[in-house]
């Protein structure tokens, strides 16, 4: 009579123990294998996965680098932060400074240091997976940058390194929020400064119909507001030469043009609330 069981294999029966508390016998199997890299690649995640974190402390410094395809180092950024969650911080940076390929995406889009961010890795394994990161551009399924996921997340001095190595501070998430709207409102106000130097798109809005100077007029101090008022600015100089062109070339002299003119002038200097530019708007019309 055949026999309904079939034969497990050794790596099935490795993983039965770690499963059932038994890492002893499980390394015995590791170190009987034809192929015990991948033995133990393999039985260092499932101890983690099973709280067997005196096991997994043995096996992580016999474990060159993890073998990583396109999710496994999102895998092991789960299982790092599974790890610290328990007090095992330092076995949690070990297994981060095995990794490769951090910029590897995973199925929402994010790059490890995006998911590192958001599972709330401590600042030095941050700052690690910050220093292996080389592309911060990135946008998430829903828009959002590692600049941005880092502001939301209150990660004020890995979002500064950011800063200095993203090509990407103006883009806006799905709802239309900029990196400088997050640091705005979470009143992180030396990346706001740090952002402003680099930003371009400052007349982006949000689903509200908030831009950044609306946002700051009020969450902001008065030297931000002041900041994100002069970054304006050379966009509503450019709305105002618009509006006397047809004046300044004489291409009309008649005077609904000029009144239409002054009203447009008064309401832009209305809009950024600056008694500088309410002059330079009566000047030009004086002129």
Known sequence: MLSIFTK?????KMVNYLDKGYPDKAEQII???????????IAFKKAIESHLYVFATTQIDLIEKFETNEEDPHQIIRLAAK???HGQEYLAAKMVDKLDNLDQLDNLNRNALSSAIILNLDDTILE???AKTTNFDTEDSVGKTPLSIAIEEGKAELALAIIE????????DIHGYTALMGAIQKKQETIAFKILEKMDNIDQKNDFGQDALT???ICSSAELLEAVKKKVTPAITVQIQEALTPIFKGISSRPEDTKNASK???AIADRIDSNASKKAAATQLKS
């Open 8 to 12: 497990k294999t050794d790596l099935e």
């Open 264 to 266: 447009y002038l008064r």
């Open 215 to 217: 946002l700051a007029s």
């Open 83 to 85: 790890a610290a969650e």
């Open 128 to 130: 690690s997976i910050q």
């Open 165 to 172: 190595k993203t090509s990407n501070v103006d883009s806006s």
């Open 31 to 41: 170190n009987n294998s034809s192929n015990p890299e991948q033995y133990r690649d």
